[in-house]
């Protein structure tokens, strides 16, 4: 595991190189694990929802049709062009740039969703995202993890990030779902 989570200039070069780096728009993958996301909300509907990491705004954009408000934030502010051009006409979504832990929104949240993002972080910022995500989580609020299962490249894998996650926040969150396919995972946690 590396000391530190990955700079916000290795994702702006990836999107320097390409407009989907990872085939968000065009993927069966993407799609399917999208609509697992979705499907894994234990609610209709959300107040308030935090998604970090939202790169180019594709599962953005099937989150919001389940918000009153959406914040999604990325650190790539190429990424987040594309993703503010997706959602022009969408007026309950908030795009912004964002280096999580370090910086972090006011407020709380009744759904935070952190898809593909927290093997890039270090373990030390993983421990801050994890205290932050308490502070910001409302009462009744819920957290959703997916993660890639392959190999990342990254500070961690999907499993030890979201093992880890679970493990820091387990004495205040719980885990009510867990799924696993041959290629991510998904984990939903409520208060």
């Avoid at 650190?75 to 007026?91: N, P």
């Avoid at 926040?169 to 290629?183: A, D, E, S, W």
Wanted: proline fraction near 4%.
């Amino acid at each position: 595991m590396r000391d530190s989570s990955t700079p916000a200039g290795y994702f702006e070069s990836l999107y320097a190189r390409t407009d989907d780096p990872w085939n968000y728009s065009t993927s069966a993958y993407e799609a399917a694990k999208y609509a697992a996301t979705c499907a894994a909300l234990p609610q209709a509907r959300f107040a308030r929802a935090f998604e970090v990491g939202c790169s180019i705004g594709v599962l953005t954009s099937h989150l919001a049709a389940r918000c009153d408000h959406l914040l999604a934030v990325d650190m790539s502010e190429t990424a987040l062009a594309r993703a503010r051009a997706a959602l022009a006409d969408v007026s309950h979504v908030g795009i912004a740039r964002m280096c999580i832990p370090r910086e972090w929104p006011p407020g709380h949240f009744d759904l935070m969703i952190f898809s593909e993002v927290l093997y890039y972080l270090s373990q030390a910022d993983l421990v801050r995202t994890a205290a932050r995500t308490l502070e910001g989580l409302a009462d009744d609020g819920v957290v959703v993890l997916v993660h890639w299962l392959g190999e990342t490249g990254a500070a961690q894998s999907g499993d030890q990030a979201a093992t880890r996650f679970i493990a820091y926040t387990g004495r205040r969150l719980r885990v009510i779902r867990q799924q696993r396919t041959p290629r991510y995972r998904l984990d939903l946690l409520s208060r």
